[in-house]
């Protein structure tokens, strides 16, 4: 079992930065894909960044050019900085994890309990 906590999130204005973090524990493999994905009220959780073990990347349009996302295996964590922040991007942001098997997800994933990113002025 992997337990997932995200940490980082809070209220800034349009045009500032935050940057979260989540901190991974358990049973953590060594190949394996994190990803970032948020949900505002009334919205649908959406796909926000991802990353592999190799350290390859992907990012939704929204955000292309302002967030970076990045890991570090050896303190278990995965990163997101969020720079140019606009109002859109309130939300609670949850952190994801899932486990992969000889180069194939098998449906194993983890959520974490989200943290709140509010932009307002």
């Known amino acids: 079992q992997v337990q997932l906590v995200e940490s980082g999130g809070g209220l800034v204005q349009p045009g500032g930065s935050l940057r979260l973090s989540c901190a991974a524990s358990g049973s953590i493999g060594t190949i394996l894909n994190m990803g970032w994905y948020r949900q505002a009220p009334g919205k649908e959780r959406e796909l926000v960044a991802t990353?592999?073990?190799?350290?390859?990347?992907n990012y939704t349009d929204s955000v292309k050019g302002r967030f970076t996302i990045s890991r570090d295996s050896a303190k278990n964590t995965v990163n997101l900085q969020m720079n140019s922040l606009k109002p859109e991007d309130t939300a609670v942001y949850y952190c994801?994890?899932?486990?992969?098997?000889?180069?194939?997800?098998?449906?194993?994933?983890?959520w974490g309990k989200g943290t709140l990113v509010t932009v307002s002025s």
């Open positions: 994801n994890y899932k486990s992969i098997v000889f180069g194939v997800w098998r449906g194993t994933e983890y």
């Open positions: 990353i592999t073990s190799g350290g390859s990347t």
